[in-house]
Every structure is written in structure tokens, then in C-alpha cells.
């Protein structure tokens, strides 16, 4: 199950009030890549020490008999935080705050296994008692409205990080697919003004050009991009430049690298090697300091049994329909030699050995995200 399925399922049963979608596999799925033996020992010592964020990922599932393999997967991952966006992409205000409901009671379902991130030290708490801490977070501004007040009820419930826009228009900002229909309107500027008031993060992964500047320069709070990838490295309106990127440090704000398939020009699968050579640009171009992990991708790995990317395709194809879907979405969301739920310590393993000492490895699996959301929810 990807993120933007388990989006949809959630939303759907929080707003028919019901248990959850019907049983299906559990997973990980037998023909998922394999575990991570490969990894140096000083890389699963780092991991097992260091605060590990994902800035962009999903729990395994919204039903509240979560099968036991799946709460194992997730505990075995290693990772401690992520920012779940909660919500579908045009779900409305009611929709959202019944799936905030859901979730919620998810979490309480699992109150050994889950506990919701409001504040900076709900990170060091939830490594602690070995619980994934879940970031509440926005893709979309649908649900908002076009109400500057709606800001304010969600960031009570718990929703730490918005975007000001999908890949589309919105009555805040426009999206990457929107790439000269401007940027931040009138509203959308005095929803940043109130956005920095509030403590809320304002993400930049979908903002065109135009709305990625103009937020840039307005925000007093450093702006984030949760999830995007390297324009130097393969071109693609997912992915920022380095004009972006340094602009975005010099803020200091931080950008997560995705696992996506805009790494690479299709119709190739990415790979671990071009994971890594977009994670070294960003590091080059912005700063040990301002990159991250945000792998847009669920916990447990993709399924690529013949069902599963059935289901995917089925999905892709209701997204190009609505007009959502970015060039080159025509490959699975993985990339190969990092499906596996510790994906994370894979990559620092491969940090490591390219000669990165382990304090910028630190900061990459999830120090560098950690303190940004520190600085910006103190509002």
C-alpha cells in the first residue's frame, strides 16, 4: 500500500466513521527486496543512536486491527518520526477533520506503538519509549477553504506542516504544474504571515518557481521542502534547483530527498546510486546542515507482486484522469535497493562510506529536520 492509498483509505473511513477497509495481505510481501545485511557495523550503531526522521512517509494501515507483521515492520524499521500527510489531496474541511479523528484513534489504539508529534521534545520522548511519533502535515490546501481562520483549528489538532498548494492552483499559491500561473496571491500572502504566527511549517515541495520565491523572501520562519530531489541531477518540475536550494539554507530551512522516480528520466527504475548522487548534490549545493530524508514513500516496502502493481496502476491512472499526476509518474514509487522499511539505514551506511563523518550522517537520517521544526513551531 502506497501513501496516497493509505491517504484515501483513512479518509475514507474516518468519514464513514467506520472500523477501517476490509483485511487485506499482510505485509512486508515475500517478494520485497531483501533485509539490510550488507550495512557496515558502524552504520547500524549510527542508526540505532541517532534520531531518525522521515519527513515524508505513512504508517502501515488505517484499520484498527493492524496485523501483528506489519506493527512488527514498522517497530524493526528503526525509524522514530515522520510527517504524515494526512487528508487526501481534494478532501474537503469535514473529510480532514474526520481522518484527524481516525488517526487519532489509531493512535490510541497502539498507545505502545504510535503516539501524534506536537511539540520538538515529542521527538526524544518517542525514541525513548520506542514509539513512532506521527507529524501531522498538509499536502494540499483544499480543506482549508480559503479560510485564513482554518489555519489556526488545525494547527490545534495537531497539523504541524501545510503546503500552500498541490500540483495545481489553490487560493494560496500554485503548484509545480502551474508553472506560470504566478505565485502567492493576496491570500496566500497573508496565510504566510499567519502561518509564521502560528508555529506552522510552511512546505514548498509542490510550489511552482514563482510561490517557492515569493515565500522564500516573506516567511520569518524557515521554510521547508519535505520531499523533492536535485533539478541539476535530472530535470523535472518535482525536483529544485540549486538557486532554490541555496535559497532555502540561506533561510535555513532544509529539503528531504525523495524516493521517487523523478530521480531518474524514464523509463528507469532509480537506484540506490541515484539516490545518493542526488542526496550528495543537495549536500554540496545547500549544507550539511539543511538536507534531510523525505522519502515520500510508505514504511514497508512497495509491493511488486502482479496485484500490487495492478492496484498502482489503477491508482496512476484516477490521478491522471484528475489531472494530478507530474510528468514521468509512470514508474513504481521506490527505488530499487532501498525498498525495504530500514531504507534510512541503508543510506547512511552509504554516507559513510563515501567519507562523510558520522556528525553529518546524524544530521541527515534526522537531526537537520528535528531542529528546523524545533525553531518553527515556537510560535
Request: glycine content about 8%; some cysteine; charged content about 20%.
Amino acid at each position: 500500500m502506497n501513501r496516497r492509498e493509505f491517504s484515501q483509505r483513512l479518509t475514507a473511513a474516518a468519514a464513514a466513521v467506520a472500523l477501517g477497509p476490509p483485511a487485506r495481505a499482510q505485509t512486508p510481501p515475500a517478494h520485497a527486496e531483501p533485509g539490510v545485511a550488507s550495512v557496515s557495523v558502524h552504520a547500524r550503531a549510527l542508526y540505532r543512536a541517532a534520531l531518525i526522521l522521515d519527513c515524508n512517509s505513512a504508517p502501515p494501515d488505517d484499520r484498527l486491527s493492524v496485523p501483528q507483521a506489519d506493527l512488527d515492520a514498522v517497530r524493526g524499521s528503526g525509524i522514530d518520526v515522520i510527517k504524515y500527510s494526512v487528508g487526501g489531496i481534494n478532501d474537503d474541511f469535514a473529510t480532514t477533520v474526520a481522518a484527524i479523528a481516525h488517526l487519532q484513534r489509531f493512535i490510541e489504539t497502539y498507545p505502545g506503538r504510535f503516539t501524534q508529534v506536537r511539540v520538538a521534545g515529542d521527538f526524544a520522548r518517542a525514541k525513548a519509549e520506542g514509539r513512532l511519533g506521527i507529524i501531522l502535515s498538509f499536502e494540499s490546501a483544499e480543506m482549508l477553504q480559503g479560510r485564513l481562520e482554518s489555519l489556526a483549528l488545525f494547527r490545534d489538532l495537531g497539523v504541524r506542516v501545510m503546503q500552500l498548494s498541490y500540483n495545481r492552483k489553490s487560493p494560496f499559491a500554485a503548484g509545480v504544474m502551474e508553472p506560470e500561473g504566478g505565485g502567492l496571491t493576496a491570500l496566500g500572502r497573508q496565510a504566510v504571515a499567519e502561518m509564521n504566527r502560528l508555529g506552522i511549517a510552511i512546505d514548498l515541495s509542490h510550489a511552482n518557481p514563482a510561490t517557492t520565491a515569493e515565500v522564500l523572501d516573506l516567511s520569518t520562519k524557515s521554510p521547508l521542502m519535505t520531499h523533492a530531489g536535485c533539478a541539476a541531477i535530472h530535470p523535472h518540475p518535482r525536483n529544485k534547483t540549486d538557486e532554490q536550494l541555496r535559497a532555502l539554507a540561506d533561510r535555513g530551512g532544509v529539503v528531504g530527498i525523495y524516493d521517487l522516480p523523478y530521480l531518474t528520466a524514464s523509463p528507469k527504475q532509480p537506484t540506490l546510486e541515484d539516490y545518493l548522487q542526488h542526496l550528495e548534490h543537495a549536500l554540496k549545493v545547500a549544507g550539511e546542515e539543511h538536507v534531510g530524508i523525505g522519502s515520500d514513500t510508505d514504511i514497508l516496502p512497495f509491493d511488486l507482486s502482479e496485484k500490487g502493481m495492478a492496484e498502482f496502476n489503477k491508482q496512476l491512472e484516477q490521478r491522471r484522469s484528475a489531472g494530478l499526476a507530474a510528468p514521468e509518474e509512470d514508474r513504481p514509487t521506490y527505488v530499487a535497493g532501498l525498498n525495504t522499511p530500514r531504507r534510512i539505514e541503508i543510506i547512511a551506511d552509504g554516507l559513510l562510506k563515501r567519507g562523510y563523518p558520522a556528525g553529518v550522517v546524524e544530521k541527515v537520517i534526522g537531526a537537520n529536520f528535528a531542529r528546523a521544526f524545533a525553531d518553527i513551531w515556537i510560535a
